[in-house]
């Protein structure tokens, strides 16, 4: 089975994800989100002459750093754990516990959460820290700090859920998605465009509209307005992208799914790599190619057992108890000395020349049209013109005893068999119970091939036909086929005139 993803045509390589990796990345991530918050603070954002003093900015800088320390060190003792507790059986190469599993699903989100909470607590010191400079000076610079961090915990919240993505998919495929059990697509579209985008350009708004109470110049406003709006725009744009790709791979490796079904192969597997909708999607195509894929074997296994015509008549009209009085040809083919043959060679060598026989057998009624009904142990019936009609069943039931009598010599020489040919009207249809039922012939030609078929047994010919499916065959067919003596064939109260191949 090939596994189809948005990278191609293969399957997830799971890695192990070591929580140094992930605190390096949480870590990065926030000394990126600070040094952007100490260059706003410091040349960007539009602040009064008289707060750009060095009694305020320096302890500001400085109160800066030391929270951005205190915050990696609660990273790396409250992190690092829980990030191990929940990616640890990654790196033993294992496969996860129901508790790793839900941890590794909820990881993301935790330190999502963690970080907010890490941003508001510095949010918060720097309100209090700052309140005897001036109220509006501590709101405005406690406002650029909560919106630098959640945009920073956003952002970072994306580029964790790509790095644990082979985890996830790992967890995903021991317990499949849930409908309801994380947030949907457009919930997240909603949550990354109000962090990333929506929250800094309120916070540009409200620079402007308190631009006039602040008091600074025009010129200080526009370049930090320019400034401020160009980093929301980046910022958005890169966390727009990364969740583009985290929803756009998915449905890549669902098209390129969909397409391979379409052409009939059925040997696909997506990955399923989402807890969310997509994922449920993703399981749900996998069902769906799982469930195609066993109908196939099914109607290949039905269409095996009672003949491919039919199966297709079961499959398009449905499969009822009753039967229709058709006008058909019935051939029988009987192996003769099958007891003496099985009694002096290995059993696995009788098998191996019976597969052979028939499928001489198979081939040539497939050949002409017919329909193979049923084995009967070392003999087999083959019916023309039920469940399909034929235009000359009677011909075609001839020329396939010739073509049968000659390639069984050639293939299957040391088997020896006698077919009889007759026609008339039968049942045709399914026969048994609802809750199993075959399909099947009923009628005297079925009788009369079986009859003829232990008179074929002592003819040199090894096929003898009745004369009136001779009377029935096209000319052509007729020409090739020399009227015998009538006989009166056992079990019957009229004699039947043979007929046997020119």
Same mark, same amino acid.
């Given at each position: ?5 948005? *990278? ?19 870590? %990065? ?34 109160? #800066? ?17 829980? &990030? ?14 129901? /508790? ?25 010191? %720097? ?24 945009? &920073?915990?956003?952002?970072? *919240? ?5 790095? $644990? ?10 317990? +499949? ?22 929250? +800094? ?10 631009? @006039? ?26 966390? &727009?992208?990364? %969740?583009?790709?985290?929803? =756009?791979?998915?449905? #890549? =490796? ?39 894929? /066993? ?26 108890? @009753?039967?229709? /009085? ?10 003769? =000395? ?18 052979? $026989? ?10 002409? #049209?017919?329909?193979?009904?049923? $084995? ?7 019916? %023309? =013109? ?31 068999? @006698? ?57 052509? /067919? ?25």
């Amino acid at each position: 089975m090939r596994h189809l993803t948005a *990278y191609g045509l293969h399957g997830p390589d799971i890695r192990g994800v070591r929580p140094y990796q992930v605190i390096g990345l949480v870590w %990065f991530a926030n000394f990126i989100g600070a040094m952007v918050l100490f260059v706003d603070y410091l040349v960007v954002l539009p602040f009064p002459a008289k707060y750009a003093t060095h009694d305020i900015v320096f302890p500001n800088v400085v109160l #800066g750093l030391v929270l951005m320390v205190l915050s990696w060190l609660v990273l790396g003792v409250v992190g690092a754990p829980r &990030t191990h507790k929940a990616l640890d059986w990654t790196v033993r190469g294992m496969a996860p516990d129901e /508790e790793e599993r839900e941890l590794t699903l909820n990881l993301p989100w935790w330190l999502f959460w963690m970080q907010v909470v890490i941003w508001i607590v510095s949010c918060i010191v %720097f309100f209090y820290a700052n309140i005897d400079v001036g109220a509006m000076y501590a709101l405005q610079l406690s406002t650029t700090v909560i919106i630098s961090g959640l945009a &920073t915990a956003a952002t970072t *919240y994306l580029l964790c859920m790509r790095l $644990f993505k082979s985890a996830i998919t790992r967890v995903l495929e021991l317990s +499949p998605p849930q409908q309801g059990s994380t947030a949907g697509v457009g919930q997240k579209a909603v949550f990354i465009y109000t962090l990333t985008t929506a929250v +800094p350009m309120v916070g540009l708004i409200g620079m402007v509209a308190f631009a @006039g109470e602040s008091g600074v110049s025009l010129s200080q406003l526009s370049a930090s307005g320019l400034v401020i709006g160009l980093g929301a725009l980046l910022t958005g744009l890169f966390a &727009t992208v990364l %969740f583009a790709k985290s929803v =756009g791979e998915p449905l #890549g =490796g669902l098209t390129e799914a969909l397409a391979a079904i379409e052409n009939g192969d059925l040997n696909v597997s997506v990955i399923v790599d989402d807890a969310g909708e997509i994922g449920q999607l993703q399981t749900g195509v996998n069902k769906m190619v799982h469930a195609l894929r /066993e109908r196939e074997q099914l109607r290949d296994l039905f269409g095996r057992h009672v003949g491919e015509d039919v199966a297709r008549l079961a499959l398009s009209q449905g499969v009822e108890l @009753g039967g229709e /009085e058709r006008e058909a040809a019935a051939l029988f083919v009987d192996v003769i =000395g099958s007891t003496r043959y099985a009694a002096t060679h290995p059993a696995a060598e009788v098998v191996a020349a019976l597969n052979r $026989f028939f499928e001489v057998v198979v081939s040539v009624v497939s050949e002409h #049209g017919g329909l193979v009904n049923k $084995f009967e142990g070392d003999a087999a019936l083959c019916i %023309f =013109g039920a469940p399909l009609e034929l235009d000359d069943p009677a011909a075609s039931a001839l020329a396939a005893a010739r073509t049968m009598a000659a390639r069984l010599k050639e293939a299957v020489p040391e088997l020896d068999a @006698g077919i009889g040919v007759s026609h008339g009207l039968v049942i045709a249809g399914n026969i048994g119970s609802t809750e199993r039922l075959e399909y099947t012939v009923i009628g005297d030609p079925v009788n009369e091939a079986a009859r003829l078929t232990e008179q074929a047994k002592e003819r040199p010919e090894r096929v003898v036909a009745s004369q009136r499916i001779v009377d029935k065959a096209a000319d052509g /067919e007729k020409a090739r086929w020399k009227l015998l003596e009538p006989i009166l064939l056992r079990g019957r109260l009229e004699t039947t005139t043979l007929a046997v191949p020119v």
